[in-house]
């Protein structure tokens, strides 16, 4: 069965911080590992990464994918209020299109 | 533009009433899935489909149950509602080739009591 943990579970910095996000997964057969941000309604696409793009960007949001060590971080840099969300990291393992969910860090981005 | 709709948006019921959430999308998707999500588990998979006819069960499928007679709905029903159902309810829907990446519609907010 799948795994994904995140951490932190929540997080809380200032307007202007850099932050990253954490997601260890274990999987048996990996395909992609996908990341979201949710703020009090649906999540939201962000990034995907997988065997052939390791590392993505997006502005001040970057993520990269580590397949060696089993893991991805999420940065975000000089954070904004905008930026408060729940992010979500969920892996996409074996021929069956399931994701497989981490709980995901809550960050609060203040003033 | 195509999207993913539910409805209701909110619901109250009643322990023991059966309840069914609707989930529509104009993507023409053959993948649809229905998640709940509660404080402190994250997104859990209910139920799953592949396609017209198909459906698959999730980690968390007691006391659910889907159906899937054409290619944009796939409604979820609860059999008996009991309070540990009381949850938000997402549906989403990809396109297989896509690796995973799947598309969610706003949610339902569901109250047994």
């Known amino acids: 069965e799948d795994k994904v943990v995140q951490s932190p579970l929540s997080l809380v910095v200032h307007e202007g911080d850099t932050v990253t996000l954490n997601c260890s997964y274990e999987?048996?057969?990996?395909?992609?590992l996908l990341w979201y941000k949710q703020e009090k309604k649906a999540p939201t696409f962000l990034f995907m990464l997988?065997?052939?793009?390791i590392e993505k960007k997006s502005g001040r949001l970057s993520s990269i994918l580590d397949k060696k060590e089993l893991f991805s971080i999420l940065n975000i840099t000089a954070t904004q209020t905008g930026d408060s969300a729940v992010y979500l990291c969920?892996?996409?393992?074996?021929?069956?299109?399931?994701?497989?969910f981490g709980k995901g860090t809550l960050l609060t981005v203040n003033p | 533009d195509a999207e993913i709709t539910q409805s209701p948006r909110h619901k109250i019921t009643e322990t023991g009433r059966q309840v069914t959430l609707a989930c529509h999308q104009t993507?023409?998707?053959?993948?649809m899935f229905w998640y709940r999500q509660d404080l402190g588990h994250g997104l859990r998979l209910i139920h799953y489909?592949?396609?017209?006819?198909?459906?698959n069960k999730g980690e968390v499928s007691d006391g659910y149950s889907v159906s899937r007679s054409n290619t944009e709905d796939l409604p979820l029903t609860l059999e008996s509602a009991a309070s540990s159902q009381t949850s938000v309810y997402f549906c989403?829907?990809?396109?297989?080739?896509?690796?995973?990446?799947?598309?969610f519609g706003p949610g339902t907010r569901l109250t047994v009591t």
């Open positions: 989403a829907s990809s396109e297989p080739g896509l690796a995973g990446v799947q598309y």
């Open positions: 999987v048996t057969n990996f395909r992609s």
């Open positions: 997988t065997s052939s793009g």
């Open positions: 969920a892996d996409s393992g074996g021929s069956n299109y399931k994701l497989t």
């Open positions: 993507w023409n998707h053959n993948n």
């Open positions: 489909s592949y396609g017209v006819q198909d459906t």
